[in-house]
């Protein structure tokens, strides 16, 4: 029996949470950085400075996840799922990757970032950078990326609350 070949399961177990929990801090605080500050999807109300705003955890979830410490880059590759519920924010790729010595994230392969159920964008990649607060999307070659944003029309609103002119009978 060669004992060398086998990987102890106190190894897998010692190193599952610390690989992904800086992952999903780290996602949880830039999501939640930029959509506060820049309003990627829509207008977000900014919270007062007296509110306490408690937030809820961002999960992700994929088939694979691991945090390279050589190059401070962390990947979760194969059905990504994105949630953060704290935003209304749903996100699904192929993979997503965060370059920390960039202050980059990437989010290939069938990229759909959806919020609130109603403003989404579409594309092939999505590239945020942090430090200049954007995004960049990319289609896949021949298409287009496609974005949905719901716009608060403040007409409709005028017309809805303004009361009916009354009018005089003409003589």
């Known amino acids: 029996m060669n004992v060398s070949s086998k990987k102890p399961k106190l190894y897998v177990r ?7 929990l800086p992952f999903i801090t780290l996602i949880m605080m830039l999501i939640d950085n930029y959509l506060c500050q820049r309003s990627l999807l829509s207008p977000i109300s900014h919270v007062s400075a007296q ?11 994929s088939d694979f996840q691991e945090y390279d410490a050589k190059s401070e880059t962390v990947t979760a590759k194969g059905n990504v799922q994105i949630l953060y519920p704290d ?3 749903q996100a699904t790729a192929s993979q997503v990757q965060y370059f920390s010595k960039d202050n980059r994230i990437v989010l290939s392969g069938d990229v759909c970032i959806l919020q609130d159920n109603s403003n989404s964008i579409r594309g092939e990649t999505v590239t945020y950078l942090i430090n200049e607060g954007r995004f960049i999307a990319l289609p ?6 496609e974005s949905i944003y719901m716009i608060k029309d403040i007409r409709v609103k005028r017309l809805i609350n303004t009361p009916e002119q009354k009018t005089s009978p003409s003589i």
């Open 140 to 145: 896949k070659v021949n298409q287009q990326v």
């Open 87 to 89: 935003l209304s924010i």
């Open 14 to 20: 010692a190193w599952g949470i610390p690989l992904t």
């Open 51 to 61: 509110t306490i705003r408690v937030k809820k955890p961002i999960t992700i979830r």
